[in-house]
């Protein structure tokens, strides 16, 4: 099979994970109905095993599906960029091969999301509404941090054992 065409194969089945784990894999937080979704977990998969672009469209398209179809869909616009700038750097900074780099990445990465949000709210509601919404954005990035790392040391051992394998 064409590289590009597996690529652009692999691309889209991470989307629709993306999708699929925001908007089914969530954990309640607090008494008010708020949740965290492990979606950002699918995200760093998705910067380790097609990277570059390729994770940042999965990442962003298949966040920004999940926002249309859970009804928010005024968060997706930013939701593309957001998720997408955070697969960008995990996969930036997994491809420099580091030690330590499957954990650094997530760390560094996932805090696009309490900013990014933060900045999207600020400019569509207030100073105020936006800092409400500071302690949310922190708790989804922490849970999808260990979710995150937790999949990244599994891909990891997948993708070695498949290429030892060939």
């Known amino acids: 099979m064409n590289s590009k065409l597996k690529k652009l194969c692999i691309t889209g089945l991470l989307a629709a994970m993306v999708t699929v784990v925001t908007m089914f894999v969530m954990f ?6 708020a949740y965290v979704n492990a979606g950002d977990a699918i995200i760093y998969v998705a910067a380790y095993l097609v990277g570059g672009w390729w994770g940042a469209a999965a990442a962003g398209i298949g966040a920004a599906l999940a926002d249309i179809l859970l009804g928010v869909a005024f968060y997706a616009p930013a939701t593309l960029i957001i998720k997408g700038t955070m697969a960008l750097i995990a996969s930036f900074i997994m491809t420099r091969k580091l030690k330590g780099s499957m954990f650094v990445a997530p760390v560094v990465a996932g805090l696009v999301v309490p900013v990014g949000y933060f900045l999207y709210e600020w400019a569509i509601t207030s100073f105020e509404g936006a800092f409400a919404g500071i302690t949310f954005n922190l708790i989804q990035y ?4 260990v979710i995150g790392i937790v999949l990244l040391i599994i891909a990891s051992r997948v993708k070695n054992s498949i290429t030892k394998e060939k």
């Open 28 to 33: 309640p937080v607090g008494t008010a109905g």
């Open 142 to 145: 922490a849970g999808c941090l």
